[in-house]
């Protein structure tokens, strides 16, 4: 006669999920800041405009006064 096991090779309890990691719990907080961080340091360094307007041209808004006009009083 063939032995019997002493106990069955399945388990009816629920296996319990390892704990996860430091990274595995943080990740998107790391993540998270790591992109603030670098949209931030990217933002700062993607304008197209000069850091000073040029002294020689004018704006293009105004005008000198037209001295021909005359006053209302």
Not at 18 to 37: E, G, Y
């Amino acid at each position: 006669m063939a032995k019997q096991p002493a106990a069955p090779a399945f388990t009816l309890q629920p296996l319990t999920a390892p704990k996860p990691t430091w990274w595995q719990t943080h990740r998107h907080q790391v993540l998270s800041v790591t992109a603030l961080i670098g949209g931030f340091v990217l933002g700062q360094h993607s304008t197209n405009a000069p850091a000073t307007p040029a002294a020689d041209n004018p704006p293009a808004h105004t005008a000198p006064a037209n001295t021909t006009a005359t006053t209302t009083p």
